[in-house]
């Protein structure tokens, strides 16, 4: 305290009679705590940006990288897994149940037959080689363009010794594609696991977007007219049934994946995943089958079937209330 009484005088005197070793010390303190107090300012600034940015990101983001945003896509990763608590729906992220789709590249040529290749890495970080055959199959691929102008359905081959997988697809026009993989883990103890993961890829061209064809309930694939009654509502389980004619004339169906068709729904905007369970009857040349959608939206919905010999698709867009 007596250093602090020392020179009593200076308490009183005012900042320009201050003796100048003095006032060269008061200005460093006081430029000092400007700074400080700029730094604190700039870097709460700063953090609330990019707290807000980061928010905003992952909304408008995709999956896993930026989407066009006309393409209606704004799901983000972390959006994905929220939503995929109270949205019964699959194929929404790249991992789940602590399994992940993993690429060998998410960039493709447009227009050109390759190969894609891809593993699906288990909880301790290794391929999985184990998978259960369900439907005929052990692995289902289907590839849609986010403006669903482009669609195929491969069946991919398995390399047990590497856990790869690899399928040939042709991506037909340029612009963003989605991914999907539908399969089923055979885990220890003979428990399986169920999984349909799906993940964005991109081409070397770019493509303009194409708006949905409107809803209807009749297409003609290949000369084959197929027809659909019945009316998804969200929420509720509903069952739709399909009928095909080649000229006014039922055409008769061929099994296909254990049934006489697969239904498989994909929802606009996040590419969410619903497979239809086919009944196992076939009625006057008609397959049914039953389904719930969760959520209202537009949906596009792929029925495969098979007439001699030959496997069609009949994409159908729907508006769920």
Not at 17 to 29: G, I, K, S
Not at 154 to 180: C, H, Q
Not at 225 to 240: C, I, Q, S, Y
Request: proline content about 5%; some cysteine.
């Amino acid at each position: 305290m007596t250093d602090s009484i020392k020179n009593p005088q200076i308490l009183d005197q005012k900042p320009e009679t201050l003796e100048p070793r003095n006032r060269t010390a008061l200005f460093r303190v006081t430029g000092f705590l400007v700074v400080v107090l700029i730094v604190l300012a700039v870097g709460f600034g700063i953090g609330h940006f990019v707290d807000q940015g980061a928010d905003a990101r992952d909304i408008k983001d995709g999956h896993f990288k930026a989407i066009d945003s006309s393409s209606g896509d704004h799901a983000g990763h972390n959006v994905a897994k929220h939503n995929a608590k109270a949205d019964v729906v699959g194929g929404l992220a790249a991992s789940d149940k602590g399994y992940t789709l993993r690429p060998e590249s998410t960039n493709l040529m447009a227009c050109t037959r390759q190969m894609f290749w891809f593993r699906i890495i288990g909880p301790d970080g290794e391929p999985v080689r184990d998978y259960s055959t369900e439907q005929t199959e052990r692995m289902r691929l289907a590839i849609i363009r986010h403006d669903f102008s482009g669609y195929q359905q491969v069946e991919p081959k398995f390399d047990s010794s590497s856990g790869v997988w690899s399928a040939p697809i042709t991506l037909v026009n340029g612009g963003r594609w989605r991914i999907l993989v539908d399969f089923v883990v055979q885990a220890q103890e003979k428990s399986k696991v169920p999984l349909e993961l799906g993940i964005d890829i991109t081409t070397d061209l770019v493509h303009a977007l194409r708006t949905l064809p409107p809803p209807s309930k009749t297409r003609v694939v290949d000369g084959v007219t197929v027809d659909m009654n019945g009316e998804l509502k969200a929420g509720e389980k509903t069952r739709l049934e399909f009928t095909s004619t080649d000229g006014g004339a039922s055409t008769p169906l061929e099994p296909y994946l254990d049934a006489y068709g697969h239904l498989i729904l994909f929802r606009q905007g996040d590419f969410g995943y619903i497979h239809g369970v086919p009944e196992e009857k076939q009625v006057d040349n008609k397959i049914a089958f039953s389904l719930t959608v969760p959520k209202p939206g537009t949906y596009v919905a792929y029925l495969h079937f098979k007439i001699a010999g030959s496997l069609h698709t009949a994409a159908f867009t729907l508006r769920v209330q």
